[in-house]
């Protein structure tokens, strides 16, 4: 951001050919890293003018041109309104008196005119076409700055300027109506507060000085927008920063008695918007004649207002707070900036709100304001991320985190970086955009969602650098992409985002769409609007053809239509099976405990009740224990049995969980029931206001599963579900000897095939989804063990044998897959969230 300031002339001052008004400082703050144009500022000239109030006093460098400051490449234009100011009238007197005073006439000041004659020709000349000159270049801007103790000498933050009422009346800016009737009524409700009044409690008169003063709705200061407030650039932010810290450091080892060196250390600790803020705070003391206790008071009630917009969710007030702050030159705690922060957030994209618009960007200012006082910290840097991207500079943005790599925000979220990420890839900048996305994939905190690996990969296709004739990426083989372009680089990507990401939103895959078929102009692929529908392809396409369609996948062979390529399932690796045995031991323990709370608020719980959930780990190790050394036949298939027995019944159904023990033994399968042991007592309450009887023959079903060791009793206090899962992936080490139990497709013994042992239930399993694993090797588990069943009704009799059909949860895994096509190049499929579970967006090049 661009900062000008100049000193008040005195034309007594020094030697011939030197500029009376004592300098120009142009500083960048590193945060924002731009080139701003003055254009886009409101009543930009006006604001400059107020700044430069003595370029006029100059008139060497007057030109009959059209004005400009050249900084860096941006064309900065002035307009008569700098004569239309109020504080060129101000100070025209001023000006004229110097004219027709004494002075060397050799001095280049008054070199071809007086002042007073300077300003009669430049009202007279001066209009849109015929303006005031002044060209700086970079070089000597920066050449200042080397020279200059502290960036910025010469400010007119040193000048204690009090303005009378005139002054503030015409040349400052009154509040908005809207926001200063919101900040009145707020700061009204809070000074009736008891914990308020409590703050005023030593002096009560203070409260009401303090409130007219905050409620005045004229500034008593000319303005000092944030930036005043800021170091020159972000490493002497962080240098003062450190510089501060040290320094407390130092005064904890030592005292020194000496109240003046003490007081001498203490400002040296300060850091620069300390400084500044002292400063603007003694300005504005001698301005409105308080105290520092009503200075600090007053303080601590904008403090209140941010708690009060934080709980009524009401930005509306902390836009007049914050003027008041940087009026005053209040220093908030750190806290009373971050519910700022907060409560501003709120009102994002609300512009019908401000009183400053365009441009003006508050809550950025409050998170730099904040940076500048206090460690920053995650919600600052997205904040100020935010603001540049909404500005445009990506780069800018990039280097503020840059900035911060070495700290303790070195790894920021996903929600940070990929509003960068997505500016390049609008702007066509594929270098700088993959260099950033090598950044994050290799940041541990930053997991990249559908979303943004879709934007990334569709800005790539379409800049044509997934052809086969595509120039390489600049930078990417540094960056270890080999190949840097072409369908292998393509690959790559989608091997990364098949890593994080198991299926994208429908606009992710139009967003796919688009960038392709702009990529493959050739293919004679359309784009789509954010509303179409992506058209169903149901044909076999050409190798030669792109494939950017959205395809019904057959549930029985899982052939996809365009490219007739068989999706595979993909089951769990051995690394993640023993990972859901392991979790399910632990979940065991926390689950009992929670439903031993569950039963103490309804004051059933036991001293027996308390063992049992404290013993749930325990019990369950114990099963799997036995799973593993039990000699015999191995179990292959695990029924949930209250599942079965309960289904399409709504009561516990002995007679068809025999049936299917039965027609699992003809299928082949050893079973295992597991059962609570509440259903296989002879009276148990089913649900509220039902309890059901077991008759004599249901029981003796159940002493026959005992005997064959088909029948496991869960205990109470312990859930089942954790035990079918857990026997599910147990190795059953002695009783399969080494061997596998899988079965292979069309097998001789016409056994149902997949992995063993299978889980026979319809239980969604919602309860366990987050709990037990993260959400792809749950998907891998379901696919690859979990088989589904259907009983046909009976006729006459519940006992008499039905049909029952078995058929797998998923023939296709439910993730994102590639498989390789005749000529070598990879077809990728992706499930979509809003479409059926046999449709994919399918995605192949060219060949």
């Known amino acids: 951001m661009l900062r000008i300031g100049t000193q008040q002339l005195h034309h007594q001052q020094h030697r011939r050919q030197r500029f009376y008004f004592r300098t120009l400082a142009i500083s960048s703050h590193t945060a924002y890293n731009t080139r701003k144009n003055f254009s886009s500022m409101p009543n930009n000239i006006a604001t400059l003018c107020k700044r430069f109030v003595l370029a006029a006093s100059c008139p060497w460098i007057f030109g009959s041109g059209t004005g400009n400051i050249g900084f860096r490449g941006t064309t900065i234009t002035t307009t008569a309104a700098f004569v239309q100011s109020p504080l060129f009238g101000r100070h025209r007197s001023m000006l004229q008196n110097s004219g027709s005073s004494g002075g060397r006439k050799n001095d280049a000041l008054h070199r071809g005119a007086s002042f007073g004659g300077s300003i009669n020709r430049l009202e007279e000349n001066c209009s849109l076409c015929n303006l005031i000159r002044m060209q700086f270049t970079s070089s000597d801007i920066e050449n200042y700055l080397e020279t200059s103790p502290d960036g910025v000498d010469g400010v007119t933050n040193n000048s204690k300027y009090k303005a009378d009422d005139d002054d503030v009346s015409n040349s400052f800016e009154l509040f908005d109506d809207h926001q200063y009737a919101a900040f009145r009524e707020a700061i009204e409700i809070i000074a009736s507060k008891r914990n308020v009044i409590r703050d005023f409690k030593k002096s009560p008169e203070d409260l009401q000085i303090v409130l007219e003063n905050l409620l005045d709705r004229r500034r008593k200061l000319p303005r000092w927008d944030v930036y005043e407030y800021l170091p020159p650039s972000t490493e002497q932010l962080h240098q003062t920063r450190n510089e501060t810290l040290n320094g407390n450091e130092q005064n904890k080892s030592s005292r020194i008695g000496n109240k003046e060196i003490e007081k001498s250390k203490k400002e040296n600790k300060m850091s620069y918007t300390?400084?500044?803020?002292?400063?603007?705070?003694?300005?504005?003391?001698?301005?409105?004649?308080?105290?520092?206790?009503?200075?600090?008071?007053?303080?601590?009630?904008?403090?209140?207002?941010?708690?009060?917009?934080?709980?009524?969710?009401?930005?509306?007030?902390?836009?007049?707070?914050?003027?008041?702050?940087?009026?005053?030159?209040?220093?908030?705690?750190?806290?009373?900036?971050?519910?700022?922060?907060?409560?501003?957030?709120?009102?994002?994209?609300?512009?019908?709100?401000?009183?400053?618009?365009?441009?003006?960007?508050?809550?950025?200012?409050?998170?730099?304001?904040?940076?500048?006082?206090?460690?920053?910290?995650?919600?600052?840097?997205?904040?100020?991320?935010?603001?540049?991207?909404?500005?445009?500079?990506?780069?800018?943005?990039?280097?503020?985190?840059?900035?911060?790599?070495?700290?303790?925000?070195?790894?920021?979220?996903?929600?940070?970086?990929?509003?960068?990420?997505?500016?390049?890839?609008?702007?066509?900048?594929?270098?700088?955009?993959?260099?950033?996305?090598?950044?994050?994939?290799?940041?541990?905190?930053?997991?990249?969602?559908?979303?943004?690996?879709?934007?990334?990969?569709?800005?790539?296709?379409?800049?044509?650098?997934?052809?086969?004739?595509?120039?390489?990426?600049?930078?990417?083989?540094?960056?270890?992409?080999?190949?840097?372009?072409?369908?292998?680089?393509?690959?790559?990507?989608?091997?990364?985002?098949?890593?994080?990401?198991?299926?994208?939103?429908?606009?992710?895959?139009?967003?796919?769409?688009?960038?392709?078929?702009?990529?493959?102009?050739?293919?004679?692929?359309?784009?789509?609007?954010?509303?179409?529908?992506?058209?169903?392809?149901?044909?076999?396409?050409?190798?030669?053809?792109?494939?950017?369609?959205?395809?019904?996948?057959?549930?029985?062979?899982?052939?996809?239509?365009?490219?007739?390529?068989?999706?595979?399932?993909?089951?769990?690796?051995?690394?993640?099976?023993?990972?859901?045995?392991?979790?399910?031991?632990?979940?065991?323990?926390?689950?009992?405990?929670?439903?031993?709370?569950?039963?103490?608020?309804?004051?059933?719980?036991?001293?027996?009740?308390?063992?049992?959930?404290?013993?749930?780990?325990?019990?369950?190790?114990?099963?799997?224990?036995?799973?593993?050394?039990?000699?015999?036949?191995?179990?292959?298939?695990?029924?949930?049995?209250?599942?079965?027995?309960?289904?399409?019944?709504?009561?516990?159904?002995?007679?068809?969980?025999?049936?299917?023990?039965?027609?699992?033994?003809?299928?082949?399968?050893?079973?295992?029931?597991?059962?609570?042991?509440?259903?296989?007592?002879?009276?148990?309450?089913?649900?509220?206001?039902?309890?059901?009887?077991?008759?004599?023959?249901?029981?003796?079903?159940?002493?026959?599963?005992?005997?064959?060791?088909?029948?496991?009793?869960?205990?109470?206090?312990?859930?089942?579900?954790?035990?079918?899962?857990?026997?599910?992936?147990?190795?059953?080490?002695?009783?399969?000897?080494?061997?596998?139990?899988?079965?292979?497709?069309?097998?001789?013994?016409?056994?149902?095939?997949?992995?063993?042992?299978?889980?026979?239930?319809n239980d969604k399993m919602r309860d366990h989804k987050l709990d037990l694993l993260e959400e792809r090797s749950f998907r891998r588990w379901c696919c690859s063990h979990v088989v589904n069943y259907h009983f046909t009704e009976y006729i006459e009799d519940q006992r008499e044998e039905r049909n029952i059909t078995f058929h797998a949860a998923d023939i296709f895994s439910d993730e994102i897959q590639g498989n390789e096509c005749s000529g070598g190049v990879i077809a990728w499929h992706f499930p979509v969230r809003e479409w059926d579970a046999n449709e994919r967006f399918c995605l192949r090049l060219p060949q």
């Open 274 to 761: 300390e400084r500044k803020l002292r400063e603007r705070r003694d300005m504005y003391l001698e301005a409105t004649n308080l105290t520092a206790p009503h200075h600090r008071l007053a303080t601590v009630l904008l403090a209140h207002l941010s708690d009060h917009c934080a709980k009524t969710s009401n930005p509306l007030p902390l836009y007049v707070g914050w003027e008041k702050v940087l009026e005053a030159g209040m220093m908030p705690m750190e806290r009373t900036l971050s519910t700022s922060l907060y409560v501003l957030s709120l009102d994002e994209g609300k512009e019908s709100d401000r009183s400053d618009k365009g441009d003006r960007d508050v809550v950025s200012e409050v998170a730099m304001f904040h940076d500048a006082l206090y460690e920053p910290t995650e919600k600052t840097i997205a904040l100020l991320v935010k603001s540049l991207v909404g500005r445009g500079d990506a780069a800018g943005a990039e280097a503020l985190l840059e900035s911060i790599a070495d700290g303790p925000l070195a790894d920021l979220r996903h929600r940070t970086t990929s509003p960068i990420l997505k500016l390049y890839c609008e702007k066509g900048e594929i270098d700088a955009a993959l260099r950033l996305y090598h950044k994050m994939k290799h940041t541990s905190r930053v997991v990249m969602e559908a979303g943004t690996y879709s934007d990334f990969i569709a800005a790539v296709a379409e800049n044509g650098y997934f052809r086969s004739d595509s120039e390489h990426i600049d930078g990417a083989k540094d960056l270890g992409y080999n190949p840097a372009s072409g369908p292998r680089l393509l690959d790559i990507l989608i091997s990364d985002m098949a890593e994080d990401v198991l299926d994208i939103p429908e606009e992710s895959a139009r967003v796919l769409r688009n960038g392709f078929a702009l990529g493959f102009k050739e293919s004679g692929l359309s784009t789509v609007s954010d509303t179409e529908n992506l058209t169903y392809t149901s044909t076999l396409v050409d190798d030669a053809i792109l494939v950017a369609d959205r395809v019904v996948v057959d549930h029985d062979t899982a052939i996809c239509p365009a490219t007739n390529l068989t999706l595979r399932l993909i089951v769990l690796e051995e690394e993640q099976r023993v990972h859901v045995h392991d979790t399910l031991l632990v979940m065991a323990s926390e689950k009992s405990k929670v439903y031993t709370a569950k039963l103490a608020s309804r004051g059933r719980t036991t001293h027996d009740n308390a063992v049992h959930a404290e013993q749930a780990t325990q019990i369950l190790t114990e099963f799997s224990q036995w799973l593993d050394t039990r000699e015999g036949k191995p179990y292959t298939a695990i029924v949930d049995g209250a599942n079965v027995a309960y289904f399409g019944w709504g009561k516990i159904n002995v007679y068809q969980l025999s049936l299917m023990v039965t027609a699992l033994e003809k299928h082949g399968e050893h079973p295992l029931v597991i059962m609570p042991q509440k259903y296989t007592r002879k009276k148990f309450y089913l649900r509220q206001g039902v309890t059901q009887f077991l008759s004599e023959k249901e029981r003796a079903l159940f002493d026959r599963l005992k005997e064959k060791g088909q029948l496991y009793i869960v205990e109470p206090m312990c859930h089942d579900d954790m035990y079918w899962m857990l026997a599910s992936v147990s190795n059953q080490t002695v009783s399969t000897n080494g061997e596998s139990m899988h079965v292979s497709k069309n097998n001789d013994e016409g056994r149902f095939p997949g992995l063993r042992p299978m889980v026979i239930s």
